[in-house]
């Protein structure tokens, strides 16, 4: 039975952003971009729901905060190209919520207690 905690949510949240990336960069300059994060966060969500087996000895959170970290990556390289209007602000988005969840999942910063 698959968890859902902060990270959960935040994979979730990047999924949805990538997808209205995706679509908005339609034959679009930055399209491979958006198409590679829309890829990269489907997986995530498939790690989480236990749907996919994690590749190598490394456990399905590993994974995910890898890909966190490449989703931040992919985002501030749709932020160089300039895309236009909102799918500027999918692409901020998308680089705060996936730079927060790799700082939080890698043990860098923690979330507080409540």
Partial sequence: M???DLMSLASIALLALAI???F???EQREMPLALGLLSLSAL???WLLGLLAPWGALSAQTWIVVLAGMMACLAWGLLNMEPRGYTRSAAVLVL????AQFLVGSGILGL???
Avoid: E, G, M, T
């Fill in 112 to 114: 507080p207690s409540l």
């Fill in 2 to 4: 698959p968890r859902f």
């Fill in 20 to 22: 209205y990336q995706a």
């Fill in 44 to 46: 995530q969500v498939i």
């Fill in 96 to 99: 705060i919520i996936a730079a």
């Fill in 24 to 26: 908005r960069s339609w």
